[in-house]
């Protein structure tokens, strides 16, 4: 059941291109879809238009025998295919937004305290002081929760002029939700493909295979911050791109190239040789690159050269952030991988014995910025009440007093360039015991190799002695002592068992043991350390006795320097912070262990069920956290970090391999082969996902990460892909009508019209995926926090939209306390999604070869919105509230195809 042929996961994806043949075979097709045959958004207004969409999917495909007239007749021995397919694609994207109201760009935040609105009066942070038998600290509250001219840091009021004014009526009192806009997603795709097939006598055949592709994507950003389109006001003032909060654009061109050749030693020993070149290289820009946005605006220290043009990220709470495009912005991560592999097929007796090698090294460019034009983080704290954080301050107000909770910027001076080497040898052996039982044995090594970089600049932190280390210096490995793992066997074992002895009552079961790279996020490599690449972290203490220290809005951030410290000291006394990459020396390879149970009865001649047993663990999973996170407490963030010799320190992101997960599941299915025009196939599958983090490489979905790095193993929980139900059925039926068919007749032209029709379909029933809670307001003085659970699990009967949990089901814990309230505890929406399809086959010609198909498909029939997950800020006056949709709403196509 589990092949040592093939490693990395339990499942396999096998993926081949056409080959051409003696006879020439082809087709040409054209798929259209446009927005007059598509539903309406459930969150489209009804005096909305419904956004522009025009899609059309094109391309030809011709093989055969390779023949040149007079030259060459390749029939039996040459063979070519090619094909092209194109996409053009624009489609409208709905978003909805939320802008500050004309007042509050004065300073005027009186909205918050009328009726109708939020409630949430503003402190000024400047009145922040000490009481004496208390860790509190007071504030005085703005009067008339207005501030005063002398208050308002100019470039903050710079920035929060150039939002577009609201456009819609919004929620509570029209603060949140005001702003609708429909960008366009604008994608134009090419991809080429060619192969040549030669037969090499009766014993040798060879093949090659090159591909080409060129992609553009024009988009709205898939990060927050998107999309608020640029005033035409505020273009008169200011140097700007055309969105405030915006787009992407990206090129990417990617070629690869496979060579295989098989030759036959004899009739019961076979040798495949393969090799493989493949290059993608993605450049993806902001919207606004070469525009001195921040510099406009009074922003000093951003906009320094081409790669920093643009608006800087400023995210600001209860507000739609701004950023001329997701802050990692420029980027162009080049990748080669290069493969070989040997695998031999013999047969001796009963036993099919395979056995060969693979090799991989990867090339790779990580030419990422994790934020160089900059983040700058304004949340409610400095204009909250440290007595009572969760029901006061505001985002907007925090932004005009200028100072900044935190922020980070960071950069490559330099692209550098890492070399990755995988290598694998596996033996499998299928023994036919007799003619009911049949083994499966096998056994993979893997072994996987730390990353090099091509010039020996590989930096990394050393978390036991706490300094960085630089590869080949002071004894350092060129891997920067990341070491590799020599002993990763991986046993595979199966069974198949006859129980009736006729074929019909099968009994398998299976156990495998499979090793695989974990990756890290792009802006995780350790390569992205000083002295490479710069990083400037800043943080500061929600309720400062003194704003004095605390970066403003108009001069964020020193200008970067190359540094490169060898001690704790040194490393220390670095102003700004850097951030630190540091993966664990031991280097874990991670593995999973998958084990099956399935027992398979045949019902009828075309009927089949199966129930199944499966599960799995995974040891050793890439598990990212910050060694030196701040604690809950009153005061500054220096004196509470948890390694106090690197307490100027902000953030180290620390790779360990320790993570874990589980998953088991019950699977049912129902399979019938194609007989009388029908076959289908139903799933249902009753799982369960749990782990302690996110992937590193992913994020977690909506679950994340533990709360705190002091407790990793604290918050085991449902992954963030966890789905506990899925059905899925999937169904084809030629209809009875038509030459040949059950109600077939003998006019032509009847036949003509009602014969060939084919329906199919997928339908998919799903449950949601997990969540996580947080606070809309931190109360441990810049330690994470999340919220406590009352007594009531948060979920309602009858959950809508507008209130899919009940957030009095959960509060803020007292300052400088952890709360209680768990990792992934809540469920978005599920999906019933039924996508249908009709197809019409004209068959005429010599032996009905030639034919025209005409398809028509209804994606979402039935418009069922698939939900997005609910605001989950506790006191945020919209927690509960889904405001956005994660699937389309319903969409035809229609398709037209000649086959010959």
């Known amino acids: 059941m589990f092949s040592a042929e093939f490693g990395r996961g339990a499942g396999v994806v096998s993926v081949s291109t056409q080959s051409g043949s003696n006879d020439y075979h082809g087709n040409v097709f054209e798929f259209h879809r446009n927005h007059v045959l598509d539903a309406r958004n459930v969150f489209a207004p009804p005096s909305q238009r419904k956004p522009v969409f025009r899609q059309n999917q094109f391309g030809v495909a011709i093989g055969g025998p390779m023949w040149i007239p007079k030259l060459y007749n390749g029939r039996n021995k040459t063979f070519f295919f090619f094909d092209y397919a194109g996409l053009r694609s624009g489609r409208g994207i709905a978003t909805v937004n939320t802008v500050p109201t004309p007042q509050m760009r004065n300073g005027d935040f009186s909205q918050l305290v009328a009726p109708g609105g939020p409630n949430l009066p503003i402190y000024n942070p400047l009145t922040t002081r000490a009481v004496p038998g208390s860790n509190t600290p007071a504030r005085d509250p703005f009067p008339n929760n207005m501030i005063p001219a002398t208050v308002i840091n100019p470039v903050g009021r710079n920035v929060l002029s150039i939002y577009p004014l609201p456009t819609a009526p919004g929620r509570v009192n029209g603060l949140f939700d005001n702003f609708l806009s429909v960008p366009n997603r604008n994608v134009r795709d090419n991809v080429y493909t060619g192969r040549l097939d030669q037969v090499i006598g009766s014993k040798d055949n ?49 070629n690869g190239a496979a060579f295989n050749w098989t030759h036959i030693f004899k009739p019961n020993l076979l040798h495949e040789f393969r090799a493989g070149f493949a290059r993608t290289n993605p450049v993806t820009t902001q919207q606004d690159i070469g525009i001195n946005a921040a510099t406009s605006l009074g922003i000093r220290n951003i906009n320094l050269n081409r790669q920093s043009s643009g608006i800087p990220t400023i995210n600001i709470a209860d507000i739609t952030g701004l950023s001329g495009g997701p802050a990692f912005l420029p980027v162009n991560p080049l990748q080669t991988h290069y493969q070989l592999s040997s695998n031999f097929n013999w047969t001796v007796g009963r036993q099919t014995l395979k056995f060969g090698w693979h090799a991989v090294r990867r090339d790779a460019q990580p030419f990422v910025n994790e934020a160089v034009r900059g983040n700058m983080n304004f949340n409610r704290a400095y204009t909250a009440d440290p007595a009572r954080p969760a029901g006061t301050g505001y985002g907007p107000a925090s932004l005009l007093t200028g100072y900044m909770v935190s922020g980070n910027r960071s950069g490559v001076f330099e692209p550098f360039y890492l070399r990755i080497w995988e290598n694998s040898l596996y033996l499998q052996d299928d023994i036919k015991v007799n003619r009911r039982l049949t083994l499966n044995i096998g056994v993979r090594h893997e072994v996987f190799r730390p990353e090099t970089e091509k010039y020996g600049r590989l930096p990394n932190f050393d978390l036991g002695n706490r300094r960085m280390i630089y590869a080949n210096e002071d004894g350092v490995s060129a891997s920067a002592n990341k070491r590799t793992n020599w002993a ?38 350790i390569g992205l350390n000083v002295p490479v690449f710069f990083t400037q972290s800043l943080a500061f203490a929600d309720f400062p006795l003194t704003m004095t220290g605390v970066a403003t809005i108009d001069n964020p951030f020193p200008l970067p320097r190359a540094v490169k410290p060898r001690t704790t000291a040194e490393l220390n006394s670095l102003a700004p912070a850097p951030r630190l990459n540091g993966h664990a020396f031991e280097n874990r390879t991670p593995y999973m262990q998958t084990w099956t149970a399935n027992l398979q009865r045949q019902l009828t001649e075309s009927l089949m069920v199966e129930v199944d047993y499966a599960g799995s663990t995974g040891m050793n999973l890439a598990q990212a956290y910050n060694p030196n996170e701040v604690q809950p407490g009153p005061g500054g963030l220096a004196p509470r970090r948890l390694i106090q010799p690197l307490n100027n320190i902000v953030n180290i992101f620390q790779v360990e391999w320790r993570g874990r997960s589980s998953f088991h599941s019950m699977q049912l299915k129902a399979t019938k082969r194609y007989a009388s025009g029908l076959q289908f196939l139903a799933a249902y599958t009753w799982g369960k996902s749990l782990d302690f983090t996110g992937s590193v490489g992913s994020g977690g979905g909506a679950s994340g990460g533990p709360q705190t790095a002091t407790c990793l193993d604290c918050n085991r929980g449902p992954s963030g892909f966890d789905v506990r139900h899925r059905a899925v059925f999937s169904y084809v039926y030629d209809l009875p009508f038509g030459k040949g068919k059950r109600f077939g007749g003998a006019n032509r032209a009847m036949n003509w019209v009602a014969g060939g ?18 606070l809309a307001a931190g109360v441990n003085n810049g330690a994470p926090s999340w919220p406590n659970r009352l007594g009531c699990s948060g979920k309602l009967s009858n959950p809508t939209p507008d209130r899919w949990y009940d957030p009095g089901c959960f509060a803020a814990p007292p300052a400088f306390t952890y709360g209680n309230s768990g990792r992934g505890i809540l469920y978005s929406p599920g999906n019933n999604n039924f996508d249908t399809s009709f197809v019409k086959n004209n068959r005429f010609g010599a032996d009905s070869r030639l034919n025209v198909q ?27 509230r889904i405001t956005s949709t994660v699937g389309d709403n319903r969409s035809l196509q229609l398709a037209l195809k000649f086959e010959f």
């Open 206 to 254: 060879v093949f090659f295979r090159y591909t080409y592709n060129e992609y553009q994507l024009a988009a709205p950003q898939g990060q927050a911050n998107c999309c608020l389109p640029t005033p035409a006001d505020a273009a008169q003032r200011f140097t700007l791109g055309p969105f405030v909060a915006g787009l992407q654009d990206t090129r990417l061109t990617t």
């Open 488 to 525: 990763n066997f991986g046993p595979r074992l199966g069974l198949a068992y006859d129980i009736t002895g006729n074929g019909k009552t099968m009994f398998r079961t299976g156990y495998s043991l499979v090793y695989f790279p974990d990756p890290v996020t792009a802006n995780g490599q």
């Open 757 to 774: 029709w084919q329906v199919s379909g997928i339908t998919t029933l799903t449950t949601g995926r997990p969540f996580t809670l947080g």
């Open 854 to 880: 005409f398809r028509f498909e209804a994606y979402n029939l039935f418009n069922s919105p698939y939900f997005g997950f609910p605001n989950s800020a506790i006191g945020s006056p919209t927690a509960g």
